[in-house]
Nanobody
């Protein structure tokens, strides 16, 4: 059983940066994917970024490419989401999740393990 705890959210002005952390407890097999998702008020939860724990391959939704970077520190069992050039439309609760599936790492339905989320608010 994988347990996930997010941290690092907060209030930032447009153009600013934040780094989110997702600390995992329990064994993390190399084939697992760790994803970041976000949910704004009144909107559906959406995929943001994902990283394969073993070989570190990544994928991003188009709206954050070039601004967000996902990375992992295996020694700390932690995945990070570095968010630069933040925009008001990035405001949401950000959640990390773990998937044991070998494909479909951008699909919410493939993630059975979820953290509680951390709020990110970007002011204009």
């Amino acid at each position: 059983q994988v347990q996930l705890v997010e941290s690092g959210g907060g209030l930032v002005q447009a153009g600013g940066s934040l780094r989110l952390s997702c600390a995992a407890s329990g064994r993390m097999p190399n084939y697992y994917a760790i994803g970041w998702f976000r949910q704004a008020p009144g909107k559906e939860r959406e995929f943001v970024a994902t990283i394969r724990w073993g070989h570190g391959s990544t994928d991003y939704t188009d709206s954050v490419k070039g601004r967000f970077t996902i990375s992992r520190d295996s020694a700390k069992n932690t995945v990070y989401l570095q968010m630069n050039s933040l925009k008001p439309e990035d405001t949401a609760v950000y959640l990390c999740a773990a998937s044991p599936e070998l494909s479909g790492a951008t699909m919410i339905g493939n993630y059975p393990y979820w953290g509680q989320g951390t709020q990110v608010t970007v002011s204009s």
